[in-house]
């Protein structure tokens, strides 16, 4: 077979390697702008952080031994927010939430 003939089919099988490339690129350029599309939503479900982060109602009461129906003093929630561990943070977090409703 003449040299240049090889090299055109070498050229040819390139050339269709390279548009396979592209094919599975442009595949994955797509697939990337469809999951674009999902961190949108996580972002409206970001806003609602709130619902989820009280995952125990109540808890925070009744480690503080607080009465239900009243709420629980400021004096108590900044005592137990100084402390470490799920009370803390518990309250740390009515702290903040309390501050929401100014």
């Known amino acids: 077979m003449d040299p240049i003939i090889e ?3 070498q050229l040819v099988a390139q050339i269709h390697s390279l548009q396979e490339d592209l094919d599975i690129s ?3 350029i797509d697939s990337l702008l469809e999951d674009s599309h999902d961190e949108e939503s996580l972002t409206e479900e970001k806003k609602k952080w ?3 982060a009280i995952k ?3 808890a925070l009461r009744k480690t503080l031994k607080a009465k239900e129906g009243k709420n629980i003093p400021r ?3 900044e005592a137990a927010a100084k402390k470490g561990g799920k009370t803390g943070a518990r309250a ?3 702290l903040k939430l ?3 409703k100014k």
């Open 7 to 9: 090299q055109i089919n």
């Open 56 to 58: 125990k109602p109540g």
């Open 75 to 77: 004096t108590k929630l």
């Open 98 to 100: 309390r501050s929401f």
């Open 92 to 94: 740390r977090l009515a």
């Open 26 to 28: 442009d595949e994955i």
């Open 50 to 52: 709130i619902q989820d």
